[in-house]
């Protein structure tokens, strides 16, 4: 049954490597949209902005604790215990004003609605298109068997029943690129590209509930740390690297 | 504390005093996990072409993702001199970081090859 079909030169040129191509543009192309949507911003509010910062001053300090003698570290320790005791008791009745403010800020949604949109709206025209002009014929071979069951999800632009598994319509060729090509963005797009999913929501969860949470975080963090004085024996070890210097 | 290495690639050492704690140089730890990841990217699209060139099939195939990204650790690992303590978090992250996104790009690549060259 596994007989190797002869398929025609014609699809690898027409098909598949325009296909890729269309993908590779399309993101690039999402990735300076995205970009520039998001220079139009909104003024930031300072009182969370006053918030950020101090979170920021104490994750430095656990951070870095362990350079500074306990007695100093405890010092401010306190400083910050105690500065964060009212500012840990305002958000019970903060925390209605926190979300009221994100649900009546009707810029805030629509950022999230663009960031949404921007993401799902070519996706779903691609695969339309492809959809559209591409079913019906076999496209790619896979080179590895897979089992019957994958055949109504990869084949289904195909009523043959009897060809192998591994010939697969152009539609499954979508979705492996759709995959496939994150990595490739990743290299030639740097860091910032906005096709991870996963990324942009973690992003965009975070950020409406930042002040209610985690300053308690950060305080119960900063109440839980054991200082350890990482500096003692630096002597003996800049004495050692000294002396790997001179030598 | 960061101390800068003498190659010329920029893999910059991120942790402190050998016997007591451990601390870290966030943003140089981020350029080191920077670096893993784009190595292994590249690595396994330019392993796939090859896979697909050669016409490996099926099993064949992921045995060669897993040989070239044994050879990409191993690689990674000499280059740190063997100890994943002043440059890295931990060992895992040397060996398994980013594993399966570049098995999508490598078959990703892979079939691409393979058709190219095979059923053109």
Redesign the interface.
């Known amino acids: 049954m596994a007989e190797d079909?002869?398929?025609d030169?014609a699809i690898?040129d027409w098909v598949?490597i325009p296909l890729?191509v269309v993908m590779v543009l399309i993101g690039i192309l999402r990735y300076f949209v995205s970009k520039l949507m998001r220079s139009s911003n909104q003024v930031p509010d300072p009182k969370m902005v006053k918030e950020g910062q101090v979170i920021i001053r104490a994750r430095n300090l656990r951070?870095a604790a362990?350079?500074i003698p306990a007695k100093s570290f405890r010092a401010r320790r306190v400083y910050f215990s105690n500065e964060e005791n009212g500012l840990l008791y305002v958000p019970k009745g903060q925390a209605q004003n926190a979300q009221a403010q994100m649900f009546s800020d009707p810029n805030m949604a629509m950022d999230m609605m663009k960031k949404n949109l921007s993401m799902i709206i070519p996706q779903t025209l691609t695969f339309a298109w492809v959809n559209f002009f591409f079913s019906g014929f076999v496209a790619?071979?896979?080179?590895?068997?897979l089992t019957q069951r994958f055949r109504s999800m990869l084949q289904n632009g195909i009523d043959l029943s009897t060809v192998d598994v591994s010939y697969v319509s152009s539609r499954s060729?979508y979705f492996?690129?759709l995959?496939?090509?994150?990595?490739?963005f990743?290299?030639i797009l740097g860091?910032e590209n906005a096709t991870d999913d996963t990324q942009r929501m973690m992003q965009m969860s975070g950020f409406g509930f930042d002040p209610t949470k985690s300053l308690g975080a950060e305080k119960d963090s900063l109440d839980i740390f054991q200082h350890?004085w990482?500096l003692p024996?630096?002597e003996q070890?800049a004495e050692a690297v000294l002396k790997k210097l001179v030598s | 504390m960061a101390s800068h290495d003498e190659s010329s690639v920029s893999r910059k050492k991120s942790s402190d005093s050998v016997d007591e704690i451990s601390t870290f140089n966030a943003e140089n730890m981020q350029i080191n996990a920077k670096i893993i990841s784009y190595s292994r990217t590249f690595m396994s699209i330019i392993g796939g072409v090859i896979a697909g060139i050669l016409g490996f099939t099926g099993l064949t195939g992921f045995i060669f993702y897993f040989l070239v990204m044994a050879i990409m650790s191993v690689g990674l690992a000499a280059k740190a001199g063997f100890s994943a303590h002043p440059y890295f978090d931990s060992w895992n992250q040397i060996l398994l970081d980013g594993f399966l996104g570049g098995l999508l790009s490598f078959v990703l690549f892979w079939t691409f090859a393979y058709d190219m060259v095979h059923i053109f």
Not at chain 1, 140 to 145: D, G, H, S, V, W
């Open positions: 079909l002869v398929l030169t690898r598949l890729s951070a362990n350079y790619a071979k896979i080179p590895f068997p060729w492996l690129n995959f496939g090509l994150r990595g490739l990743s290299l860091e350890e990482a024996k630096f070890r």
